[in-house]
T-cell receptor
Framework: GENVEQHPSTLSVQEGDSAVIKCTYS??????FPWYKQELGKRPQLIID?????GEKKDQRIAVTLNKTAKHFSLHITETQPEDSAVYFC???????????FGPGTRLSVLP | SQTIHQWPATLVQPVGSPLSLECTVE??????LYWYRQAAGRGLQLLFY??????ISSEVPQNLSASRPQDRQFILSSKKLLLSDSGFYLC??????????????FGPGTRLTVL
């Protein structure tokens, strides 16, 4: 099945700095690459996604880049704010099993 | 607009007791439905998913089962709970389109504690 890893597992940044989280996957047929944000005790919510025919997508302070050859995609957050503190999950959709596999998560702490 | 409901919000059950968690979706038809479990401080483990009424795929062998009696209703059950079943249970839905991933929308979750 699909193997999904995230790096780093924890990340602390100063407010205003940038944060980058990388997700690697094993299924070369994966075609959809979302990032979810989960605040403590809450449900995960999609913050940005990208499809396999696009290399980069940006939405205000958040961007996702995809490298299909190397089988990884990354979440970029610029000008971080305390409310960005949460756990972030990648969940590539793989054709094997026709389903999502969530990464283990990255805990981001933005220090004021 | 679409909404997803889960109940109960919290549940405390003794070991060996049965379980029934319910999830319903409004405002869409033929959704893909999912049950996930999340242990404290951990990631999401896919338990079951369904692409249609009566169609259930199990991802992890365990003492849990799922059923989809109606298009927008998904039920997670157990005949005898184990301590290891404690966790945060999340139901989710996505647009049903075979072979194509789409955004998943999560319910508010049920926090289950097995004592």
């Amino acid at each position: 099945g699909e193997n999904v890893e995230q790096h780093p597992s924890t990340l602390s940044v100063q407010e205003g700095d940038s944060a980058v989280i990388k997700c690697t996957y094993s299924d070369s047929a994966s075609n959809y690459f979302p990032w979810y944000k989960q605040e403590l005790g809450k449900r995960p919510q999609l913050i940005i996604d990208i499809r396999s025919n696009v290399g980069e997508k940006k939405d205000q302070r958040i961007a996702v880049t995809l490298n299909k050859t190397a089988k990884h995609f990354s979440l970029h957050i610029t000008e971080t704010q305390p409310e960005d503190s949460a756990v972030y999950f990648c969940a590539p959709f793989g054709n094997y099993g026709q389903n999502f596999v969530f990464g283990p998560g990255t805990r981001l702490s933005v220090l004021p | 607009s679409q909404t997803i409901h889960q109940w109960p919000a919290t549940l405390v059950q003794p070991v060996g007791s049965p379980l029934s968690l319910e999830c319903t979706v409004e405002g869409t038809s033929n959704p893909n439905l999912y049950w996930y479990r999340q242990a404290a401080g951990r990631g999401l483990q896919l338990l079951f998913y369904s692409v249609g009424i009566g169609q259930i795929s199990s991802e992890v062998p365990q003492n849990l089962s799922a059923s989809r009696p109606q298009d927008r209703q998904f039920i997670l059950s157990s005949k005898k709970l184990l301590l290891s079943d404690s966790g945060f249970y999340l139901c989710a839905w996505s647009e049903g389109r075979t072979g194509w991933g789409n955004e998943q929308f999560f319910g508010p979750g049920t926090r289950l504690t097995v004592l």
